[in-house]
């Protein structure tokens, strides 16, 4: 009797048990047909969209993302194109058919490179030249291709976002998929499904910092649904979605100038800038004309081993004799030192090691000679007379120990929103280091040590000097507008908090880095098309570094009128050899001027306040 009730009792547990089993599985069930399929698990998958996708092959056409255009008008990010585009099914539609030579002779690509390409194939592609680039189509092949009504084989518009051979990629950045980031930066998307783990955000450049506004509509796309052996299915025709919101996606005016920045990344290539960056402001406003940044990188294929992407115009460095700049402003403008006062240069200072660059001394100079001649011991003996905290003060004046890219207090649900990604502030002196040390105030005077300044602050510290006044926040992005053309908000020129400096020292200041050009260690830019004023510097690196520097120019031009402020930074240079920063300069100038007289606009002059 015991026996048979244990039995029982087992064999209800067991039911039980099975029960349970079954209830979770249709549960589970439940939630992965009706409870959850748009938004599955941590990661948000979208179980709908990915069973489609197994019956499913599509190509994009475009991005569904706002386009980010110079000027102008240009877009960086894309232009439409009429293009072939090869599905995989086609090899089926073409086997036992003369297809391929009719193809051939419309798209005038050989025959044999065709049957290549369509074996090849695992997923849909577009055609492209041998190198890579796109084959664009007339509207008359366009016609031809879509007549010969070869499934798999059509001709339409498409806009590729990023292309190999465009221009100021750093500045623009690039999309990728990033779940956690998703989820992040759009809490409320994420919950309601409206976006998920497929989909795209910015992850560095302007393609980030304007993110919120670039996220469009859902991108235009081409599909064929086909069964497991590729084939198309019957009755399934072909799916062509495509934009249609007359106000999204928003797109982005740039204050660059495409034409400007291909000359500017020419010139780079043409000298073999291998790590630097140039940086052309407009010398009225401060707004960034041109931006290169080298290494270069694939936007479509971002590699994580490196940081090939990152824009080193906003990364800091130690920025030499460039920073006695700051040194002769804080100097002129506390009363210190007068631009004739003298200073008696040996070629060295006796003690911490610390010597001019040229040995056998510079003698006797003025204060004026010293900064044309980049003298390292009359600038040792300004910057003890300014002091360190002085010097830390007029750095801070002049914008360099902040971020300088423009900042709107609330746009949209972002509040102190940056236009400019990553950008590094400057700094002077290290945490808990003294101001009042003799050694550490001489080796900051010629911009060693701890100083770290961005090519980008050091372009708008020119600005500021030829203005005379408080320094600008540098414009990237100078509007934000509908799909429709009509504006969205438009971003105003504004100011640092900084206090700057007043017009009588930046006057000197200007006549002391004409003197570099014309007597002083800038003499090889007597040579450029336009006159040019500014200062040179070389910082020295340590550790495993010792034998490399970085180059540094910093001015604007012409030096009468000026109209462009430029900033070139060769880094890891070799201590000998021909000044890369100088040629840099000297062939940006040049190529300032021709654009000049090409475009026929008059030349304007900075504002004075």
Same mark, same amino acid.
């Given at each position: 009797?015991?026996?048979?009730?244990?039995?029982?009792?087992?064999?209800?547990?067991?039911?039980?048990?099975?029960?349970?089993?079954? +209830?979770?599985?249709?549960?589970?069930?439940?939630?992965?047909?009706?409870?959850?399929?748009?938004?599955?698990?941590?990661?948000?998958?979208?179980?709908?969209?990915?069973?489609?996708?197994?019956? &499913? &092959?599509?190509?994009?056409?475009?991005?569904?993302?706002?386009?980010?255009?110079?000027?102008?008008?240009?877009?960086?990010?894309?232009?439409?194109?009429?293009?072939?585009?090869?599905?995989?099914?086609?090899?089926?539609?073409?086997?036992?058919?003369?297809?391929?030579?009719?193809?051939?002779?419309?798209?005038?690509?050989?025959?044999?490179?065709?049957?290549?390409?369509?074996?090849?194939?695992?997923?849909?592609?577009?055609?492209?030249?041998?190198?890579?680039?796109?084959?664009?189509?007339?509207?008359?092949?366009?016609?031809?291709?879509?007549?010969?009504?070869?499934?798999?084989?059509?001709?339409?518009?498409?806009?590729?976002?990023?292309?190999?051979?465009?221009?100021?990629?750093?500045?623009?950045?690039?999309?990728?998929?990033?779940?956690?980031?998703?989820?992040?930066?759009?809490?409320?998307?994420?919950?309601?499904?409206?976006?998920?783990?497929?989909?795209?955000?910015?992850?560095?450049?302007?393609?980030?910092?304007?993110?919120?506004?670039?996220?469009?509509?859902?991108?235009?796309?081409?599909?064929?649904?086909?069964?497991?052996?590729?084939?198309?299915?019957?009755?399934?025709?072909?799916?062509?979605?495509?934009?249609?919101?007359?106000?999204?996606?928003?797109?982005?005016?740039?204050?660059?100038?495409?034409?400007?920045?291909?000359?500017?990344?020419?010139?780079?290539?043409? +000298?073999?800038?291998?790590?630097?960056?140039?940086?052309?402001?407009?010398?009225?406003?401060?707004?960034?004309?041109?931006?290169?940044?080298?290494?270069?990188?694939?936007?479509?294929?971002?590699?994580?081993?490196?940081?090939?992407?990152?824009?080193? +115009?906003?990364?800091?460095?130690?920025?030499?004799?460039?920073?006695?700049?700051?040194?002769?402003?804080?100097?002129?403008?506390?009363?210190?030192?007068?631009?004739?006062?003298?200073?008696?240069?040996?070629?060295?200072?006796?003690?911490?090691?610390?010597?001019?660059?040229?040995?056998?001394?510079?003698?006797? +100079?003025?204060?004026?000679?010293?900064?044309?001649?980049?003298?390292?011991?009359?600038?040792?003996?300004?910057?003890?007379?300014?002091?360190?905290?002085?010097?830390?003060?007029?750095?801070?004046?002049?914008?360099?120990?902040?971020?300088?890219?423009?900042?709107?207090?609330?746009?949209?649900?972002?509040?102190?929103?940056?236009?400019?990604?990553?950008?590094?502030?400057?700094?002077?002196?290290?945490?808990?280091?003294?101001?009042?040390?003799?050694?550490?105030?001489?080796?900051?005077?010629?911009?060693?040590?701890?100083?770290?300044?961005?090519?980008? &602050?050091?372009?708008?510290?020119?600005?500021?000097?030829?203005?005379?006044?408080?320094?600008?926040?540098?414009?990237?992005?100078?509007?934000?507008?509908?799909?429709?053309?009509?504006?969205?908000?438009?971003?105003?020129?504004?100011?640092?908090?900084?206090?700057?400096?007043?017009?009588?020292?930046?006057?000197?200041?200007?006549?002391?880095?004409?003197?570099?050009?014309?007597?002083?260690?800038?003499?090889?830019?007597?040579?450029?098309?336009?006159?040019?004023?500014?200062?040179?510097?070389?910082?020295?690196?340590?550790?495993?570094?010792?034998?490399?520097?970085?180059?540094?120019?910093?001015?604007?031009?012409?030096?009468?009128?000026?109209?462009?402020?430029?900033?070139?930074?060769?880094?890891?240079?070799?201590?000998?050899?021909?000044?890369?920063?100088?040629?840099?300069?000297?062939?940006?100038?040049?190529?300032?001027?021709?654009?000049?007289?090409?475009?026929?606009?008059?030349?304007?002059?900075?504002?004075?306040?």
């Amino acid at each position: 009797m015991q026996l048979e009730k244990r039995i029982k009792r087992r064999h209800f547990l067991v039911l039980l048990s099975m029960t349970f089993i079954w +209830v979770g599985l249709l549960a589970r069930l439940w939630w992965i047909q009706i409870g959850s399929p748009h938004r599955f698990s941590r990661r948000g998958i979208d179980l709908v969209k990915n069973s489609v996708q197994q019956r &499913q &092959q599509s190509i994009i056409l475009h991005s569904g993302r706002g386009d980010i255009v110079d000027r102008n008008g240009y877009a960086f990010t894309g232009e439409e194109h009429l293009a072939l585009i090869l599905f995989p099914l086609a090899r089926g539609s073409l086997e036992g058919t003369d297809g391929l030579v009719r193809l051939s002779d419309v798209v005038g690509v050989p025959k044999e490179r065709l049957a290549t390409i369509m074996e090849k194939a695992r997923a849909p592609l577009l055609l492209r030249n041998e190198a890579g680039g796109l084959i664009v189509l007339t509207e008359r092949q366009s016609e031809q291709v879509n007549a010969l009504a070869i499934p798999g084989i059509v001709a339409l518009a498409v806009t590729e976002r990023y292309r190999s051979d465009e221009v100021a990629k750093h500045v623009i950045g690039f999309i990728h998929k990033n779940p956690r980031m998703v989820e992040s930066l759009y809490p409320d998307e994420w919950a309601s499904g409206k976006m998920n783990a497929e989909s795209t955000v910015g992850a560095t450049g302007l393609e980030r910092s304007f993110d919120r506004f670039l996220q469009g509509v859902e991108p235009s796309a081409l599909s064929y649904y086909v069964d497991g052996q590729g084939k198309p299915l019957r009755g399934l025709d072909i799916r062509y979605t495509k934009q249609s919101n007359e106000y999204y996606p928003l797109s982005l005016a740039t204050t660059l100038d495409v034409e400007i920045q291909r000359r500017m990344e020419r010139v780079a290539n043409q +000298v073999g800038l291998i790590e630097g960056s140039i940086v052309v402001l407009d010398a009225r406003n401060g707004d960034i004309v041109s931006s290169v940044s080298r290494p270069g990188y694939d936007q479509t294929k971002v590699s994580s081993n490196n940081g090939d992407w990152k824009n080193r +115009v906003v990364k800091q460095l130690p920025p030499g004799s460039v920073f006695k700049t700051v040194v002769a402003a804080a100097a002129l403008a506390e009363g210190v030192i007068l631009p004739t006062d003298r200073f008696m240069c040996t070629g060295n200072y006796g003690k911490y090691h610390f010597s001019c660059w040229k040995k056998e001394g510079h003698g006797s +100079v003025t204060m004026e000679e010293a900064y044309a001649h980049s003298c390292n011991i009359a600038f040792a003996e300004i910057a003890k007379r300014v002091g360190g905290e002085k010097l830390e003060e007029y750095a801070r004046r002049l914008g360099l120990s902040e971020q300088v890219g423009h900042v709107t207090s609330h746009l949209f649900k972002l509040d102190d929103f940056k236009q400019i990604d990553g950008e590094e502030r400057g700094i002077v002196f290290a945490e808990g280091v003294s101001r009042r040390d003799e050694g550490v105030l001489i080796q900051t005077a010629i911009g060693q040590r701890d100083v770290r300044v961005t090519p980008l &602050q050091v372009a708008n510290l020119m600005v500021t000097i030829l203005r005379g006044s408080s320094p600008t926040q540098v414009r990237l992005v100078s509007e934000i507008s509908y799909r429709n053309g009509q504006s969205f908000y438009r971003f105003p020129e504004q100011k640092l908090s900084a206090s700057g400096i007043d017009y009588v020292t930046a006057s000197k200041l200007r006549k002391m880095m004409q003197k570099v050009v014309t007597e002083g260690t800038g003499q090889t830019l007597k040579e450029a098309a336009w006159e040019v004023a500014g200062k040179s510097g070389t910082a020295q690196l340590g550790g495993e570094n010792q034998s490399s520097n970085h180059l540094w120019f910093a001015g604007y031009a012409p030096a009468d009128d000026p109209r462009y402020a430029i900033c070139v930074v060769a880094e890891n240079q070799p201590s000998w050899g021909k000044n890369q920063a100088m040629e840099l300069f000297r062939r940006a100038v040049d190529e300032l001027a021709d654009q000049t007289a090409q475009s026929s606009r008059p030349l304007s002059g900075y504002s004075r306040e």
